[in-house]
């Protein structure tokens, strides 16, 4: 079931009428999705090796995506 609470914003609810999801119109809301979804990969990435600004910048050179 679906159920809007605002204009651009759907719950998706369970049979026990449980919010399991939102729907969120892109054309609407599609920066604060970005803003979402950035927040949320980076979490998920916080606990990965880290490289310095050095490092990166020597991986591109050796790949030749980056003068210099």
Known sequence: ?????MEGISFVTN???KRIAVQLDLDKYGELWEDIYD????????????SSLEEVKARL???GKLNG
Not at 1 to 5: A, E, K, L, P, R
């Open 1 to 5: 079931m679906v159920i809007s609470m």
């Open 61 to 63: 050179r050796r790949r």
């Open 15 to 17: 049979p026990k009428g």
């Open 39 to 50: 927040s949320i990969t980076a979490r998920e990435r916080a606990h990965e090796p880290k």
